[in-house]
């Protein structure tokens, strides 16, 4: 994948399949330390036991529509060749919580990407599904919390063009307010 | 936590309230963006963010868009299949945000379907 935003977009889309009826998306850049981590959770039905251990393996799947599985094989491979770890917690009855952590200054790093562009295709495709997006750089953070915007909408779907779009606006901004201001120049 | 403002959100609720209560509620048109690992990789996210821009400037509001897995033909994604009401699934392939826009204009407004692009009839 080109970016880690669209590893985040492809597990999410793990968990939609999986039942989920709320996702957590968590984004770490600890600039300070030199790490970045992203964490993708959901309330799904969870991975069997007998699968966990075998689940990056790209010739384990529960698809049935073809033999591979490279979703998680990819994202696990990301964060292996940036010096990162990997890790899968899952349970049938806590869903499926992924975290990986990378380098942030590692050459083969993906960047982050467009992060509003996922989200907003997350919330735009699943309306019944809640997300939560927490994105920190360094000590700044900010979070968005779907349940709270449907409240707010009242009647509104949240699919709305109108709705989708002030969205992405809204996050591009915030991500642009968290970058630390550069005191050079 | 610094949490998303979200003021702005109650005057697109005045502004778009107004139109929804004349909504029928039933969808004509449902466009399916497949959104596997392949379909992502091969740049269906574009593809969704230029669907979402083209219903909004269609104005219309009996056309649902919506995300799915994989179909299993990986090699031909991103695919995108649209469904008019009364009529037979369309499967497109190899679509990017230029050729979802001329799907959009032609199928999806007009009824037109686009065989150059597309995969077959489900």
């Known amino acids: 994948m080109r970016e880690l935003s669209l590893h985040i977009l492809d597990i999410a889309e793990n968990g939609i399949t999986a039942g ?7 984004v770490k850049e600890q600039r300070d330390t ?48 940036c010096d990162g770890d990997f890790a899968i917690d899952s349970g049938p009855e806590k869903g ?12 083969d790093r993906a960047p982050v990407g467009d992060m509003a562009a996922t989200i907003t295709t ?25 349940r709270e915007i449907k409240r707010e909408l009242d009647s509104v779907p949240l699919n709305e063009p ?3 779009h002030h969205l992405t606006e809204l996050i591009r901004k915030e991500l642009g307010e968290l970058e630390p201001k550069n005191k050079e120049t | 936590m610094a949490k998303i403002s979200i003021d702005d959100l109650k ?19 449902k466009v399916t963006v497949h959104m596997g690992t392949c379909g992502i990789a091969a740049g269906a996210r574009d593809v969704m963010s230029s669907l979402m821009e083209l219903v909004s400037e269609s104005g219309r509001d009996d056309i649902r868009v919506v995300n799915s897995g994989c179909m299993g033909m990986c090699s031909s994604e991103p ?3 649209v469904e008019i ?27 037109e379907v686009q065989t150059d692009f597309a995969l077959g009839k489900i």
């Open chain 1, 162 to 164: 109108a709705v989708i």
């Open chain 1, 34 to 81: 030199n790490r970045i981590m992203i964490s993708v959770r959901d309330n799904g039905s969870g991975i069997p036991k007998e699968m966990i251990e075998t689940v990056t393996d790209p010739f384990v799947t529960s698809r049935t529509t073809r033999r591979v599985g490279l979703g998680l094989s990819l994202f696990a491979a990301a964060a292996k060749r």
């Open chain 1, 20 to 26: 989920a009826s709320c996702i957590h998306v968590t």
């Open chain 2, 79 to 81: 695919n995108v299949t």
């Open chain 2, 11 to 29: 005057k697109i609720k005045e502004k778009t309230s107004k139109n929804i209560s004349l909504r029928s509620g039933d969808a004509n048109v």
């Open chain 1, 122 to 146: 997350l919330i735009a495709g699943n309306t019944d599904i809640d997300f939560v997006y927490i994105h920190q750089i360094n000590e700044n953070d900010f979070s968005l919390d779907t």
């Open chain 1, 96 to 107: 499926t919580a992924v975290t990986a952590t990378f380098t942030f200054d590692h050459i």
């Open chain 2, 85 to 111: 009401k009364d009529q037979e699934p369309i499967v497109y392939q190899l679509v990017d945000a230029n050729k979802m826009r001329q799907i959009f204009k032609q199928h999806v407004l007009k009824g």
